[in-house]
């Protein structure tokens, strides 16, 4: 069992800064592989970053690589996604999401905890 408490969210403008947040809780959670995922209104979830149980391992979309990072401190039992050089089509209900295996995967019905997303809105 692993329970997922994001934070992190809120407005700024094109060219801005956002940092999330997921604190993880859990027996499991050292041992699972971790993800974000977005979905923007009308539109699918996608895959944004992942990241393996050790954090020596990460995978971004097209439209993250050079822009977002994806990390985690599993002392602290948090991950983490600086996101940098915002765009509008950034804007999305941001998700982090923990699988039970340690393989990054980018498949949303392949993760099994899901927090409760929070909204990142980036103004032109």
């Known amino acids: 069992q692993v329970w997922l408490v994001e934070s992190g969210g809120g407005l700024v403008q094109a060219g801005g800064s956002l940092r999330l947040s997921c604190a993880a809780s859990g027996r499991t959670f050292s041992s699972s592989a971790m993800g974000w995922f977005r979905q923007g209104p009308g539109k699918e979830r996608e895959f944004v970053a992942g990241i393996s149980r050790s954090g020596g391992m990460t995978n971004y979309a097209d439209s993250a690589k050079g ?7 599993n002392a602290k039992n948090t991950m983490y996604l600086q996101m940098n050089s915002l ?12 699988s039970k295996v340690p393989l990054i995967t980018t498949i949303p019905s392949r993760f099994d905890y899901w927090g409760q997303g929070t909204q990142v809105t980036v103004s032109s």
């Open 67 to 73: 822009r977002f990072t994806i990390s985690r401190v």
């Open 87 to 98: 765009k509008p089509e950034d804007t999305a209900v941001y998700y982090c999401a923990a």
